[in-house]
């Protein structure tokens, strides 16, 4: 059984003006997210500014996260690493803090083989034993997880049991799942490619825009696996200006410009990123607005 099925949000780390966590924020954040009908949270990944973050804010977030959402939804912990040891570490303290399952982006720099990522992810599988998501973005990572690498790590480790996808390589991910014969859970990377993914089998999304339009994002799904795609369809393409605009920019920098524009207070971001540029702020603000989420 997947992890969830839906619009997981891969939630920002609200700062203080200081740069420091801001828990009570975060908190409200995850009631708002609950509320909204989001399907799962996914917590230190690359929009909650994970690699910024040291080890004990890393994973006092995800202990956080997990104590808040009391069960209510699924927590997915972000707990990938170029390092095995490390992502061995935050995975094992994730599971002692409550997670539901961690989120393993394969070693971004290292540029390891295919059979280096088997190892790896099959090291930091061992060392836990809730489920795992493999992550799969080689804009990022600056290495591909191929499909006959993820369908070998699903069928024989059991508790790696899906992928997130962000490489757009669509005919990759078609033959990922021509190859998994059922046995792995895909969840789409990318905002702008929910029903693609779907309609390839997928689960769901591990979403971007989920942060500001939690019920939207979550409708997308739940119409299609209701049987009316073409609700989900034009949900999707609907959304498509403002996903636009949310990715204008590097991510997080555009979607928390957007949550403060909202009133969110989502704070400052930590060097290297900086604030969106202000033409581009106009362009969200506009966008936030036609999709009447502003």
């Given at each position: 059984?997947?992890?969830?099925?839906?619009?997981?949000?891969?939630?920002?780390?609200?700062?203080?003006?200081?740069?420091?966590?801001?828990?009570?924020?975060?908190?409200e954040?995850?009631?708002?997210?609950?509320a909204?009908?989001?399907?799962?949270?996914?917590?230190?990944?690359?929009?909650?500014?994970?690699?910024?973050?040291?080890?004990?804010e890393?994973?006092?977030?995800?202990?956080?996260?997990?104590?808040?959402?009391?069960?209510?939804?699924?927590?997915?912990?972000?707990?990938?690493?170029?390092?095995?040891?490390?992502?061995?570490?935050?995975?094992?303290?994730?599971?002692?803090?409550?997670?539901?399952?961690?989120?393993?982006?394969?070693?971004?720099?290292?540029?390891?083989?295919?059979?280096?990522?088997?190892?790896?992810?099959?090291?930091?599988?061992?060392?836990?034993?809730?489920?795992?998501?493999?992550?799969?973005?080689?804009?990022?990572?600056?290495?591909?997880?191929?499909?006959?690498?993820?369908?070998?790590?699903?069928?024989?480790?059991?508790?790696i049991?899906?992928?997130?996808?962000?490489?757009?390589?669509f005919?990759?991910?078609?033959?990922?799942?021509?190859?998994?014969?059922?046995?792995?859970?895909?969840?789409s990377?990318?905002?702008?490619?929910?029903?693609?993914?779907?309609?390839?089998?997928?689960?769901?999304?591990?979403?971007?825009?989920?942060?500001?339009a939690?019920?939207q994002?979550?409708?997308?799904?739940?119409?299609?696996?209701?049987?009316?795609?073409?609700?989900?369809?034009?949900?999707?393409?609907?959304?498509?200006?403002?996903?636009t605009?949310?990715f204008?920019?590097?991510?997080?920098?555009?979607?928390?410009?957007?949550?403060?524009?909202?009133?969110?207070?989502?704070?400052?971001?930590?060097?290297?990123?900086?604030?969106?540029?202000?033409?581009?702020?106009?362009?969200?603000?506009?966008?936030?607005?036609?999709?009447?989420?502003?």
């Amino acid at each position: 059984m997947a992890i969830f099925e839906g619009a997981g949000v891969a939630l920002i780390t609200p700062m203080k003006a200081d740069g420091q966590v801001n828990y009570d924020k975060l908190g409200e954040l995850i009631e708002e997210q609950i509320a909204g009908g989001t399907d799962a949270i996914i917590a230190c990944g690359t929009t909650g500014e994970a690699s910024t973050l040291t080890h004990e804010e890393h994973l006092e977030v995800i202990r956080y996260t997990c104590q808040k959402t009391a069960g209510r939804i699924p927590v997915v912990a972000g707990t990938g690493s170029n390092c095995t040891e490390t992502a061995v570490y935050l995975s094992q303290e994730a599971e002692k803090a409550g997670a539901d399952g961690v989120l393993l982006v394969s070693p971004y720099y290292n540029k390891a083989t295919q059979n280096g990522l088997i190892a790896h992810f099959s090291t930091v599988a061992a060392a836990i034993s809730i489920p795992v998501i493999l992550y799969n973005i080689p804009g990022r990572t600056g290495v591909t997880i191929q499909p006959q690498t993820i369908v070998t790590l699903c069928k024989t480790v059991d508790n790696i049991v899906g992928v997130k996808e962000a490489s757009a390589n669509f005919s990759n991910i078609a033959t990922l799942m021509n190859l998994a014969e059922g046995c792995v859970d895909l969840y789409s990377g990318n905002d702008d490619q929910i029903v693609p993914i779907l309609s390839l089998g997928g689960k769901g999304v591990i979403s971007v825009l989920s942060n500001v339009a939690p019920r939207q994002t979550h409708d997308i799904c739940a119409s299609f696996f209701a049987g009316d795609v073409e609700r989900s369809r034009q949900m999707q393409l609907e959304a498509i200006p403002l996903i636009t605009e949310l990715f204008r920019e590097v991510n997080p920098i555009p979607v928390k410009a957007a949550m403060n524009l909202m009133g969110k207070d989502a704070g400052p971001l930590r060097m290297p990123l900086t604030e969106m540029e202000p033409q581009n702020q106009e362009k969200l603000k506009k966008a936030m607005m036609d999709y009447g989420i502003l």
